[in-house]
Nanobody
């Protein structure tokens, strides 16, 4: 099992950058694909990005392609989400989640979730 804990959220102006981190406890972190999801007020949780267990495969939502980059450091049990060129519509609570081995884009395929970190992008 792993327990993800997100950090790095905050308030940023449109066009700015933030880097989210997700530190996961547990000795089996390298067996898990990691995903980032987000949920804005009044909206459903949506897929943002995911990375497979080894870090050599990634996937992104169309809305963030070219702006966000997901990466991981298995030695540190940590996954990152670098967010550049932020837009007000990126405002949401961002969640980190773990699924066994391979990339998933459906939230219900992820077994372990963090509590989320707020990202607010002002116009």
């Amino acid at each position: 099992q792993v327990q993800p804990v997100e950090s790095g959220g905050g308030l940023v102006q449109a066009g700015g950058s933030l880097r989210l981190s997700c530190a996961a406890s547990g000795r089996t972190f390298s067996r898990y694909a990691m995903g980032w999801f987000r949920q804005a007020p009044g909206k459903e949780r949506e897929f943002v990005a995911a990375i497979n267990w080894s870090g050599d495969s990634t996937d992104y939502a169309d809305s963030v392609k070219g702006r966000f980059t997901i990466s991981r450091d298995n030695a540190k049990n940590t996954v990152y989400l670098q967010m550049n060129s932020l837009k007000p519509e990126d405002t949401a609570v961002y969640y980190c989640a773990a699924a066994a081995w391979f990339i998933r884009i459906r939230a219900d395929e992820y077994s372990f979730w963090g509590q989320g970190t707020q990202v607010t992008v002002s116009s």
